[in-house]
């Protein structure tokens, strides 16, 4: 509503050795110096109007990380830095040599000002655990410390990027944020990754966590009474695999293109239902044989969220905003602002059914 001035997003607030107050937002970079206010934008020089982190080096220079990579402020002008993390400077520190360091997305870059060269240190080459790494730390001895996405704190000895280990906390998910739970045929729990395919096993019978002995082509929806998991693979459909066999359901066999595939239910009468970005699909083991829309059935929205086969041979299914039922004889029913919900926007994440059929 007001894309000339600053937002009230703050992502971060650094006051610099001359008494100024610079503010990060996701909408430029604020100068405060006691009265008046001055906004910075690309149109200044940054690289991006999504400011995540700020640093002051050892001979005043402001530094500012962006979603787009990292300036550098001398007073007057705004000059980008000619690589770092690809996607988002999340930390900036100046280490032992005078030697800068960048984490974010990506990975960690160093740049040394006196050979002009950058390195670069991520799980791509295999130095790091994970893709992103986040907040930035220095101590006295010039041990350099960050943050990663899930596989704990990683440290470089003495600034060296030669001397680098990752300290986690044993026996814990490796994932830093976990969206779904599978019980296994094995009697294992497979807790899989938010808005990911990272899986964490974790076995009852010694509380040891571990990961699954091959990747998976997408994230896992449940396993059915074969010991076969379900695999939704991103804009292709979703994968059976068993033990020694695996079946790709595509749009080959009727299902929406470049949709995702974001739950499967089995009703009490057999029928295999199929819930994916653009209507539910119905599925006899081989093909989809009918792909049911808002427009056509009582279904809150042709987005199905999640779904739950009841133990009356009800189907429930939420969308991407409402609830509804489908009855076995095939009418359905919808719940929404009134019935039970206080807003037509209620979003519904999950269902479940307890034992007494509630």
Known sequence: ??????????????????????????????????????????VDGLPSNDILTLFVDSQGLLIIGTSAGAAYYDGQTFTTADQGPPDGVYGILEGLGGRYWFSGGGGIWRFDPDKGDWKEISEGTGDLPEYSMYGAAIDADGNLYFGSDGSGLV????????????????????????????????????????????????????????????????????????GSVWV???????????????????????????????DVEFTADGT?????????AVFDGQAVTQILMAADTGLPSDFIRTMLAASDGSLWVSGEHGLARRYPDGTWEQFGSGNPFSYDGIQVYDIAEDTSGV
């Open 1 to 42: 509503e007001n894309p000339d001035v600053l937002s009230n997003f703050v992502n971060t607030v650094l006051e610099s050795p001359d008494g100024l107050f610079w503010v990060g937002t996701m909408n430029g970079l604020g100068r405060y110096d006691g009265q008046t206010w001055t906004r910075f934008t690309t």
């Open 155 to 226: 440290r470089f000895a003495g600034g060296s990027d030669r001397e680098i280990a990752v300290w986690s906390v044993p026996n814990v998910p490796s994932s830093a944020a976990l969206g779904g739970i599978l019980a296994v045929p094995d009697g294992t729990i497979w807790f899989v990754e938010e808005y990911g395919a990272y899986v964490d096993v974790f076995n009852p019978q010694d509380e040891t966590w571990s990961r699954p002995q091959e990747d998976l082509p997408g994230w896992p929806m449940f396993f059915d009474a074969q």
């Open 232 to 262: 939704s693979e991103w804009n292709n459909g979703f994968w059976i695999i068993g033990s020694d066999n695996q079946t790709h359901i595509s749009a080959d066999q009727g299902l929406p293109t470049d949709y995702q595939v974001r």
């Open 272 to 280: 295999m239902w199929i819930a994916t970005d653009l209507g539910l």
